[in-house]
């Protein structure tokens, strides 16, 4: 029903910068929001970053204070993609990065229905 992609992970250095994409099978964006997560070995999954939207309209973002200034959530219907665009990045920002559908705008990892196989980010020292 829903396939999504993440691509654009790599390793950088710190103060480094990476842009994220999720692109998502065509009729996704008309059901569902989309958000980032981030998740590390042995801990859960962390909320990243959130689109307050639903279908084609846009109505805000939200972001995890960690990130908030550094990071920017957005989307592109017409390449039914979303992005993540990491500036300023530090060590503390390694993980897998998720792209995850939810029904409604959620921070909470549990709301989601669907989400991409992850893509890895690593900031070295």
């Known amino acids: 029903q829903v396939h999504m992609v993440e691509s654009g992970g790599g390793l950088v250095q710190a103060g480094g910068s990476l842009r994220l994409s999720c692109a998502a099978s065509?009729?996704?964006?008309?059901?569902?929001?989309m958000g980032w997560f981030r998740q590390v070995p042995g801990k859960e999954r962390e909320f990243v970053a959130v689109?307050?939207?639903?279908?084609?309209?846009?109505?805000?973002?939200s972001y995890a204070d960690s990130v908030k200034g550094r990071f920017t959530i957005s989307r592109d219907n017409a390449k039914n993609t979303m992005y993540l665009q990491m500036n300023s990045l530090k060590p503390e920002d390694t993980a897998v990065y998720y792209c995850g559908a939810s029904s409604t705008p959620s921070t909470d990892a549990r709301r989601y229905d669907y989400w991409g196989q992850g893509t890895q980010v690593t900031v070295s020292s």
């Open positions: 689109l307050t939207a639903l279908g084609w309209y846009d109505y805000g973002t």
């Open positions: 065509g009729r996704t964006f008309s059901t569902y929001s």
